[in-house]
């Protein structure tokens, strides 16, 4: 009787669940609709990134202009209907403000994706000649993008500087090249270093020659360490440098015979290059770029110089009116910070360095010898 009652409870129970997944089954099921009753929702969605781009350092008027949106609410991406740029002109801007366009309907969205990106291409036609930049702005009338428009052409020039083989030490700087545009080095700064170190004593096992006199030769290391204690061996020589005292694999050191420790002191020294210019009032160097930095050889530039229309109204990115610089070692231009003193410092260092031969020295010798007969 136990064993039946059993049986019978569980057809009970499974029953209404066997029924539950059998209605789950009948054809003409789907997805859930996204909208109650099958109703279409219009309204609009919004933006929260936005950037600027035409693909150069400097944006002329003429130039295309892309829009690059990003987090874009639609709801889902079945519900982007569409994005509307519309602008309008702000005393000295152009104001572009996208709209986004959603409607929200039945259609079937088995990938929705809360934050599409979109690259629109700008057609902005009759700017009026005294807008100086463009601006993005959303509804809620939040700045995300702006951008420079410049008015002129951009003209590429090659040429070839020669780099004094001087300017690879410290004790000559500042220096620059001759004329403009130059090379110019700076020394920044100077870091004291200590480097301890002890003789290290050598015996010869096979000895050359028998000079009449021996002076004491120190091999010194190229590379110092300033954590390390340096073992300097201490051979002996002849004092002729046309005899030879000991085979070099005949050196055996003896580590026990150390001498005292001894402090060497030295110096770090930092330099920096800047690729400097004079330019036309306004201009600006757009973009440049340069051979290797051979010492005592020409350096090949290729530079791209934007020069400003007569009705060009700003100056910018900011440096000086008609003076430009650009560090080689970080590729970045010099501008001024709110005391104005990087900018202007260089600018005082490059007008007083010294300026160093612009040819090899064997032709200007040649050079003068030509003149002289």
């Known amino acids: 009787m136990k064993r039946k009652s059993r049986a019978l409870f569980f057809a009970i129970l499974i029953f209404p669940l066997m029924a539950f997944f059998a209605s789950c089954t009948w054809d003409g099921d789907g997805p859930l609709d996204v909208m109650p009753n099958g109703q279409s929702v219009v309204g609009k969605g919004y933006f929260m990134g936005a950037k600027l781009d035409s693909g150069k350092t400097i944006h002329l008027l003429s130039d295309t202009l892309y829009l690059s949106l990003s987090q874009i609410w639609s709801f889902s991406n079945c519900s982007l209907n569409s994005i509307d740029v519309d602008y309008n002109v ?109 003789t290290l004593r050598a015996k010869c096992q096979m000895r050359v020659d028998m000079c009449e006199k021996v002076v004491a030769d120190t091999i010194y290391p190229t590379n110092w360490y300033e954590n390390d204690t340096a073992l300097v061996p201490v051979r002996s020589a002849c004092a002729s440098k046309d005899s030879t005292y000991c085979l070099d694999s005949k050196w055996e050191y003896d580590s026990t015979a150390l001498g005292k420790v001894k402090t060497r002191l030295d110096t770090i020294w ?10 036309p009032k306004c201009a600006m160097v757009s973009s440049y770029a340069i051979s290797t930095f051979t010492l005592g050889a020409k350096v090949n530039v290729v530079r791209d110089l934007f020069e400003p229309d007569e ?51 064997v032709d200007s010798l040649a050079a003068d010898s030509t003149e002289s007969k």
């Open 270 to 279: 930092h330099m920096s290059t800047y690729y400097v210019e004079k330019i």
């Open 311 to 361: 009705s060009e109204l700003s100056c910018g990115p900011a440096t000086k009116k008609d003076w430009v610089a650009y560090r080689l070692e970080s590729n970045s231009l010099v501008t001024a910070d709110e005391n104005k003193a990087p900018v202007d410092s260089l600018y005082k260092i490059w007008k007083s360095a010294t300026v160093a031969r612009d040819t090899v020295y």
């Open 90 to 198: 702000q005393d000295t801007l152009v104001v572009v403000s996208p709209k986004v366009n959603i409607k929200v309907n039945t259609e079937d969205c088995p990938s929705p994706m809360y934050r599409p990106d979109t690259l629109l291409k700008l057609s902005l036609d009759g700017i009026p000649p005294e807008v100086t930049g463009i601006v993005v702005k959303n509804e809620a009338d939040s700045l995300f993008a702006s951008i420079k428009l410049r008015r002129g052409k951009l003209v590429r020039d090659t040429f070839s500087i020669f780099v004094d083989s001087t300017f690879a030490s410290p004790s000559m700087l500042p220096l620059r090249t001759k004329k403009s545009p130059s090379f110019l080095r700076v020394l920044d700064s100077i870091t004291p270093q200590k480097f301890h170190w002890r």
